[in-house]
């Protein structure tokens, strides 16, 4: 098609989709082009803005390495990540869900961990926390042998991939579910942190006056055949940033209750002479096909340990 007007083009583009031998595919591509055009035509986009938009873009497979991955985040920082999810979970929305976001440090082969170990792997300071969860069918029944991968921030508020001070697959690991689709392991009781801001997503939040920083959680991903893989995430119902999450992650499902123990109340473990904490939860798996997706990390940070930085959230 020769172009005309502008209108034109996005014709010619829909027409050319008309080869697409998937009608999956053809049905993304033609809801993307659309929106997109549209997108270009509403906000009046100039060719200043075009070319700082394919910069951003490019800049976020540039800053995505092996220990960080930038195009995760910034789907998280904008919502799409917790609307995919919740648009493909619950019945397809219908209905609550303890699944949640996959996040960008979920790292595969965690070790496996026997039922009521320790995932501290290296001296980490922090409050003890022993924690209990349940996995059941949507008809309430105990799901026995699932694949439970566990993994958290330090008190600090960095995971291990990121802390070169943090030994390999520390506060990482994996359980299995026992006949009452049970799982326990001790910890420690990880902090809120603020997520990078030295790329694009810095920028985004800078520019809309947010705050970067994520609720205290622990991370849970459970694989059982039969079952469609769940990742989920168990927020602190008391930490400050629970109705500002920059992720847009927490959902009444998923606010857990980190209970706190005082020194003089009988810990699960002889050697906890001060304050603890725990934690009980409970899953909820829907039937589907069980695969993991390809984990949006795959190593670990060298170097020095990288500087917090918190943004204020304006008024």
Not at 95 to 121: C, Y
Not at 251 to 279: I, K, R
Not at 304 to 314: A, I, S
Request: hydrophobic share 35%.
């Amino acid at each position: 098609m020769i172009i005309k007007t502008q209108q034109d083009v996005t014709a010619a583009v829909l027409a050319e989709l008309d080869r697409t031998q998937s009608p999956r595919f053809k049905q993304i591509m033609k809801a993307a082009v659309e929106h997109l055009h549209d997108f270009v035509r509403d906000a009046k986009l100039t060719e200043a803005e075009f070319h700082q938009t394919c910069a951003l873009i490019a800049k976020l497979g540039q800053l995505t390495t092996e220990s960080h991955n930038e195009v995760v985040l910034i789907a998280g920082s904008l919502g799409v990540s917790s609307l995919v999810c919740l648009l493909n979970n619950g019945d397809r929305g219908q209905t609550d869900t303890t699944a949640n976001l996959m996040g960008p440090f979920w790292r595969m082969h965690s070790p496996r961990t026997e039922n009521g170990a320790s995932i501290v792997r290296t001296p980490t300071p922090g409050a003890p926390i022993f924690v209990d969860a349940w996995v059941r069918d949507n008809q309430g029944r105990p799901v026995e042998g699932a694949e439970v991968d566990v993994w958290h921030s330090s008190a600090d508020g960095f995971y291990e991939n990121q802390d070169p001070e943090q030994g390999d697959m520390n506060l990482r690991g994996k359980f299995s579910t026992d006949a009452k689709g049970h799982i326990a392991f001790r910890s420690v009781k990880p902090a809120g942190y603020p997520i990078p801001l030295s790329g694009p997503v810095g920028a985004l939040l800078r520019a809309q006056g947010r705050h970067n920083m994520r609720p205290a959680h622990i991370h849970f991903m459970i694989y059982e055949p039969g079952f469609k893989t769940q990742f989920s995430q168990v927020y602190s119902s008391d930490d400050p940033n629970v109705e500002t999450d920059v992720q847009f992650g927490v959902t009444q499902a998923l606010t857990g209750q980190y209970v706190l123990h005082a020194a003089e109340e009988a810990a699960p473990a002889s050697d906890v002479t001060g304050p603890w904490y725990s934690l009980s939860h409970h899953f909820v798996i829907e039937p589907g096909e069980a695969k993991l997706p390809a984990p949006p990390i795959t190593g670990k940070a060298s170097g020095d340990r990288p500087q917090l930085e918190v943004l204020e959230r304006r008024p």
